[in-house]
Nanobody
Framework: QVQLVESGGGLVQPGGSLRLSCAASGSIFSFNTRGWYRQAPGKQRELVASVTSGGGTNYADSVKGRFTLSRDNAKNTMYLQMNSLKPEDTAVYYC????????????WGQGTQVTVSS
């Protein structure tokens, strides 16, 4: 049984920063890709960023230069550092894991709300 648990969401002013965490437990050793999606009200879920076990990364154009993925393998935790936040970053953020390189998600977290507003 695999569990992904996000934390770190909240309310922040435009230009501010947040760090999201995604802690994994269970049979995680077969994960080849981990990352984050987000879903804003009335919009489809979109891929934000992902990282493979080989260290390759991919970021949506809308967050390049502002968001950074990192991992702490000892803690089985992945982080999304979000800087220079904009109102359009407001969404529920979901971490995910896939058994395949750049694969579609096999597991999802429960989501954490990020609201960027003054």
């Amino acid at each position: 049984q695999v569990q992904l648990v996000e934390s770190g969401g909240g309310l922040v002013q435009p230009g501010g920063s947040l760090r999201l965490s995604c802690a994994a437990s269970g049979s995680i050793f077969s994960f080849n890709t981990r990352g984050w999606y987000r879903q804003a009200p009335g919009k489809q879920r979109e891929l934000v960023a992902s990282v493979t076990s080989g260290g390759g990364t991919n970021y949506a154009d809308s967050v390049k230069g502002r968001f950074t993925l990192s991992r702490d393998n000892a803690k089985n935790t992945m982080y999304l550092q979000m800087n220079s936040l904009k109102p359009e970053d407001t969404a529920v953020y979901y971490c995910y894991a896939s058994h395949y390189d750049w694969g579609t998600p096999n597991y999802w977290g429960q989501g954490t709300q990020v609201t960027v507003s003054s």
